[in-house]
């Protein structure tokens, strides 16, 4: 069992970064169409696109096919994660050397106890690893990355996660819903501007 909660693991990182590593990815793709800006920074097509073929995966996985994100729930995502990476940055939030090496460590065994189990696992483990590594493999093609690069995603979402609910912490006694209603109630402090 411990060895399905690992591949578990596995599978919601790689839900988690559909959501917040899109900043990070190069800017050669083809629709460099710019939707929004905060604090300058651009948010294009691309980037919506690719939010919403990641929420695509996962709602597949999750048997939910017909489940689609719009353009506009996809561009709101991606403008909410910019304002709180500034906040984060403003706050001075971030992991110490300790927690950073802890949380790679972490992923990293992850992955390495996932492929353990596609080889050595009972047959039941092998089939939901597999399910799980195909799922990893569409974002991996999604994010057009080596699985190396992917690992190193997945590393840094995490920390962007950690660091959000700390965030949520210092601010708002913990409360995510409060952090996202002052996100969406706060965009002119942070110099959103939609285009279109």
Known sequence: MKKMISVSI??????????????VRSRSSADN???AT????????????????????VH?????????ISEDEALKRLISERIKQQMIQDEGIHLSDEEQKQTRDT??????????????GTDQEKEMAEQNMAVIQDFVKAYGVSMEEYKELCINS??????????ADKKFGGDKDALEAYVQNNYGEYQVVING
């Open 10 to 23: 596995v599978f919601i990182l790689a839900a988690c970064i559909s959501l917040s590593i899109v900043w």
């Open 33 to 35: 169409t710019v939707l």
């Open 38 to 57: 905060v604090g300058g920074a651009p948010i294009t097509q691309s980037d919506v696109l690719l939010v919403q073929s990641c929420d695509s995966i």
């Open 60 to 68: 597949s996985a999750q048997g939910n096919h017909d489940q689609v």
């Open 107 to 120: 992923i990293l065994w992850s992955f390495d106890e996932a492929n353990d189990i596609l080889q050595n």
């Open 158 to 167: 995490t920390i962007f996660s950690i660091e959000i609910s700390k965030l």
